[in-house]
């Protein structure tokens, strides 16, 4: 079974539109995560939830919002794509409590024309 | 979280050991050094971490200076299947902290591992 898992893999869309991104963990971990990788591979933190909750926002535009219906699930839904909207964004989850590991779901390839 | 320095590249023989180096000279006391690899078109994986005595675990070995301000990933017998970007990262353990694990991924550095 896949620990961490995304839909879409890939989602190509218009500029202007409204889309959203799953995620979903199977590790009964309290933590989630979403990164976004840029076409210069950087790859940077947007959003943390613990246990439903929003505990790290990085400056990330308010077009972009996560949604944690539980701890298994953090979704992002990001309004009005934007070109600089196209990356790779990455699903992550993490137990803590001295359990360091993060484990990162497979990507979601987002291109908007 | 301390920054990291790594070479941007580095090529190794098949077979061979591949020492990834990464120097972390600000590191503070309570920050452990990690280390996660992505291999193209997939999200990092976690690799190894440490605070300051080597460890060794089943895909590599991770060797921490005295002084703490660099270290060294050690893949003992690189396969092609382990070209991928390696990325060293500082940072505070979440044991008993607010931190959550949030993790800041420098531009890491290109490992190519030839026949």
């Known amino acids: 079974d896949t620990a961490v898992s995304q839909t879409p893999k890939y989602l190509v869309t218009q500029m202007g539109n409204d889309k959203s991104i799953k995620c979903e963990q199977n590790l009964g971990h309290d933590t989630m995560y979403w990164y976004k990788q840029d076409s210069k591979k950087f790859l940077k933190i947007m959003f943390s939830?613990?246990?439903?909750?929003?505990?790290i926002n990085e400056t990330v535009p308010n077009r972009f919002s996560p949604k944690s219906p539980d701890k298994a699930h953090l979704n992002l839904h990001i309004n009005s794509l934007e070109l600089g909207d196209s990356a790779v964004y990455f699903c992550?989850?993490?137990?803590?409590?001295?359990?360091?590991?993060?484990?990162f779901g497979p990507g979601t390839r987002l291109l908007v024309l | 979280d301390a920054k990291t320095t790594q070479p941007p590249s580095m090529d190794c023989a098949e077979g061979r050991a591949a020492n990834l180096p990464c120097n972390h000279s600000?590191?503070?006391?309570?920050?452990?050094v990690y280390w996660y690899r992505q291999i193209h078109s997939q999200g990092p994986q976690y690799i190894i971490h440490?605070?300051?005595n080597n460890e060794t675990n089943e895909m590599a070995s991770l060797i921490i200076t005295e002084d703490r301000k660099s270290s060294t990933l050690i893949l003992p017998h690189a396969t092609l299947r382990d070209t991928a970007v390696y990325y060293c990262?500082?940072?505070?353990?979440?044991?008993?902290?607010?931190?959550?694990?949030?993790?800041?991924f420098g531009q890491g550095t290109i490992l190519t591992v030839h026949p």
């Open positions: 992550a989850s993490y137990q803590g409590s001295g359990r360091e590991t993060q484990y």
């Open positions: 939830y613990n246990n439903k909750e929003l505990i």
């Open positions: 440490g605070l300051k």
């Open positions: 990262i500082v940072r505070i353990s979440n044991a008993g902290g607010t931190s959550y694990g949030k993790l800041t």
């Open positions: 600000t590191i503070s006391g309570n920050e452990y």
